[in-house]
């Protein structure tokens, strides 16, 4: 019936390799984290007073200097560490509680999916922004926080997901097969379930990690991070509190913005990779499209293509 | 002979995949002469759905008509433009689909539906809409006063009747049928059947009848296709084919399921000699019910699904526990093998009496004993994991091997529900398998434990008709090596007889009549249990039909 003899997992793996979209979300990503991880080696000090502030871009600073003539390209680089950082930290972390406390509730039922639920619906309905920036600022500043704080206003919504998706799933045959041969729950919900699973749990990780960057840089830029370090989001700050708009230094704020652009971009082309590879009927149509004439395409109505070779 | 009310010369459609282009209809031709019932009828994956939704050029991508003539008055449908294929639907040809409950919208009322197709495609207007909607529900039986009711309010037959009405609206010359009853149960079944029958009489339109069910089709068509693999195997009159048929496929198709009246002649399954039970039951059931409470914000309703239900099994015997959709069978299934908690009453294994509503946590060794067998094997197998990881898990969580012994077990458990070279298939995915394939897994899963008793819910259903006999060997020679008891539940009296010693009939979550299973069908005592009977027997069309007859007489 079917060639493949793969597991699902080699399957995904190769699919989204040969995916256009996943393939370029891939290596942009890439080449974030390589430029974070061996930046401190290439840039010069993004902290050392440099040069004149507000230089434009010459060939001894390619991206100009800032507001305390600082180099803009080693602030751009630097900053991505603490960002990406805090940002997929705070992806995983969502996801992790998601599934946790979403999978329980959904696989269990009764009176500890009655409170779970409840406790899910609290934090949907709690405000997140106002809560985010009176948490931010209240604790001392600092990559821990922003992540906790990130985690804690975004966990719910996909614990949610998660749990609606286990309900689905604790009612299919066979999870109750598993359970007529004795298989304890914990291992249903983490051998059984999850890998069923997996491009939920993958698209929320992408999801929340690109709300933890957005939501992260916003915090930063409202001064609610420490100022003191060097991130995308302190940077924005510092380029707004120099009036970069009014005297025209787009090269301050630009660099970090498009990265914060780019990286976004990038995560939802992944997103879409798996959604195509894991939703094989998407790919089929393309496939489709992509062999027949053009004009014959009317919705609706099956094409007919002759071929007489 | 006239010239045909349809004509399909050479039909050939492909499933376009980044690959080579799947061949889902190959070369296929027939023609339809007016008046008459013509039957197609296939397994899952012949292409018989194919064919027919490429006459009505619905077929959704990724598929691509590649050759072919299909001519209905003169025109081909496969060169004209794409807006006048929008017209002759519905106006030529009509369709009614298989499941009438995603057929029908839930949010219109049924009188919105069939005027929906009216004001469309015909010129009629205001009140002769109003008036043809009333007139195709009369032809129906159904009453004007559900002219207002949702789909949700209308049972499977009448939902399916109301979608035969909407295919009626318009008179077209020829109404394609696919699978029309197959999601119904067998007595509305065969109401409908000869209700189909009753309006073509009065009305004289054609029928183009798809099934997979070729021993239905024989009851009512006058003329028979096969397919099998996207070709046509053989075309002949009902007459021919009912004969025996000449190609080896449509005998194996015939021949593959058994009947539920008169004397036992076909598929005889390996029955031990002499039936050695037991003296003390195995399972004991006492008084049993379960009710399920849908409990809303401001009230809420308790449906009884088990109602009171005890029986004893023996040791070694085979139990046939038929009912119809709704009729609880499924939720004692659940309930004897432990995923739900019964409401109340008492399941006593091996004399056990510990009360099953009070315990906590099934003990393992419940779960050792007891196994059940699912109907839909793409269902009660996990695709992510191998045929291996199925076959294993059991093993290692009851410690029934070690390590060094697992493989070659699990190959010597495949091997005896026929799965050879058990190494190969040990390696494979569920879905690269076929459906026959899936459920021998799942038996050779439910057997790997050793267990007393085996539950087996309609685990031929789901399966093409001529792999059924098959499944239904492989418990009854389990039966013979194992010593094992075994409760099959079906819908389905025929099959429930040739394996069951004895049968209960179930209705509305109550036991109605219980048997031997030779005494059940040869003299049923219930009045449900006759009309069972009747709908499962061939030639029972002729006495439905009477039956209207007289109604109207008198």
């Known amino acids: ?309 | 002979m006239n010239k045909p009310l349809l004509s399909i010369e050479n039909l050939c459609v492909n499933y376009i995949t980044s690959g080579r282009p799947i061949k889902a209809v190959n070369n296929v031709s027939f023609e339809i002469q007016e008046g008459e019932i013509f039957g197609l009828v296939g397994e899952s994956g012949s292409g018989k759905s194919t064919v027919i939704q490429a006459v009505l050029r619905t077929l959704p991508p990724p598929a691509v008509i590649t050759d072919g003539k299909v001519v209905i008055n003169d025109k081909d449908i496969l060169s004209i433009s794409d807006t006048e294929v929008l017209k002759y639907r519905w106006k030529e040809i009509s369709i009614v689909m298989q499941s009438a409950l995603n057929a029908l919208n839930p949010v219109l009322t049924i009188s919105e539906q069939i005027e929906d197709v009216l004001r469309e495609h015909s010129s009629l207007q205001g009140q002769a809409i109003q008036d043809r909607t009333e007139e195709l529900l009369s032809l129906i039986d159904i009453d004007i006063s559900r002219l207002d009711s949702y789909p949700h309010q209308l049972s499977g037959g009448m939902r399916q009747r109301v979608v035969i009405a909407i295919a009626l609206a318009l008179m077209p010359p020829l109404i394609i049928m696919d699978e029309p009853t197959t999601a119904l149960d067998v007595i509305v079944e065969r109401e409908i059947i000869a209700k189909i029958i009753e309006l073509r009489k009065n009305l004289g339109f054609t029928i183009l009848f798809i099934t997979h069910d070729l021993n239905l089709l024989l009851e009512f068509a006058d003329r028979v296709a096969v397919m099998k693999n996207g070709k046509l195997v053989e075309m002949d009159s009902a007459q021919n084919i009912r004969g025996g048929g000449k190609h080896d496929y449509t005998q194996k198709l015939i021949g593959s399921l058994p009947s539920a009246s008169g004397p036992r002649e076909r598929g005889m399954l390996s029955k031990p000699e002499n039936l050695s039970l037991g003296s003390q039951p195995i399972l004991e059931i006492q008084n049993l019910s379960k009710s399920f409470i849908d409990s809303g914000i401001f009230n809420s309703t308790s449906i009884d699904v088990v109602k009171n239900v005890s029986f004893q099994i023996y040791p070694g015997e085979i139990i046939g526990l038929v009912g119809e959709s709704g009729s609880g069978k499924s939720t004692i299934a659940k309930l004897i093998a432990r995923l739900i908690r019964p409401t109340s009453g008492n399941i006593l294994l091996n004399g056990n009496n510990k009360k099953v509503s009070e315990a906590q946590k099934v003990p393992l060794e419940y779960r050792k004993q007891v196994q059940l067998v699912f109907q839909d094997p793409f269902g009660s197998l996990n695709s992510v994991h191998t045929v291996f990881h199925h076959l294993a898990r059991p093993l290692v969580r009851h410690r029934l091997v070690t390590k060094q012994n697992l493989f070659q077990t699990i190959i010597e458990n495949l091997e005896t529900v026929g799965l050879k070279p058990g190494e190969a298939f040990a390696r494979k995915f569920p879905h690269e398998m076929s459906g026959g394939e899936r459920q021998r897994v799942a038996i050779a899963r439910a057997l790997s434990l050793n267990p007393d008793l085996i539950i087996a819910d309609e685990p031929t259903s789901m399966l093409d008709v001529s792999i059924r006999m098959e499944i239904l060997e492989i418990f009854a020679r389990m039966r013979i090596e194992k010593n094992l008891t075994i409760i099959f539940i079906t819908h389905d009296l025929a099959s429930a007889r040739y394996i069951a010693d004895r049968i209960f009939v179930l209705h509305n979550g109550s036991i109605v009549e219980e048997n031997s299973a030779e005494q059940l069908i040869q003299s049923p005592k219930e009045e449900y249990t006759k009309q069972l009977i009747k709908a499962a027997s061939p030639g029972w069309l002729e006495s439905l039909s009477l039956d209207n007859g007289d109604m109207k007489n008198a």
């Open chain 1, 1 to 309: 019936m079917n060639q493949l003899h793969d597991s699902i997992f080699v399957r995904w793996v190769t699919g989204i390799i040969q995916n256009r979209k996943a393939k370029t979300g891939v290596v942009i990503i890439f080449i974030f984290l390589f430029l974070a991880l061996l930046g401190p080696l290439m840039t010069q000090d993004s902290t050392a007073f440099l040069s004149t502030p507000l230089s434009p871009p010459s060939s001894e600073h390619l991206l100009g200097t800032n507001g305390q003539g600082q180099d803009v390209l080693a602030q751009t680089i630097i900053g991505s560490r603490q960002t990406l950082l805090v940002g997929f930290a705070t992806g995983i972390l969502v996801v992790f509680i998601g599934a946790l406390i979403g999978g329980i509730s959904g696989y269990y039922g009764g009176k500890i999916d009655d409170f779970l639920s409840l406790l899910i619906n609290v934090f949907l309905v709690m405000p997140g922004l106002p809560l985010m920036v009176i948490l931010a600022s209240w604790l001392p500043p600092g990559p821990a926080t922003l992540t906790g704080v990130l985690v804690l206003t975004g966990w719910a919504w996909n614990a949610r997901v998660i749990r609606s998706q286990m309900m689905t799933f604790r009612s299919r045959d066979f999870v109750s097969a598993a359970i007529v041969s004795g298989e304890r729950n914990i291992r249903i919900i983490i051998v059984e379930i999850m890998p069923r699973m997996l491009s939920l749990l993958a698209s929320s990780f992408i999801g929340a990690s690109i709300y933890a960057i957005g939501a992260q840089v916003g915090l930063e830029f409202l001064g609610l991070g420490d100022v003191s370090t060097v991130t995308w989001g302190t940077n924005l700050y510092w380029a707004s509190n120099d009036m970069a708009l009014l005297t025209g230094s787009w090269w301050t704020f630009v660099p970090t913005g498009l990265s914060i652009a780019i990286v976004s971009f990038a995560l939802t082309l992944i997103n879409f990779g798996i959604d195509e590879v894991t939703n094989p009927r998407l790919i089929a149509e393309r496939v489709w499209r992509a062999n027949i004439p053009t004009k014959k395409i009317v919705n609706g109505v099956t094409p007919v293509v002759k071929s007489h070779e």
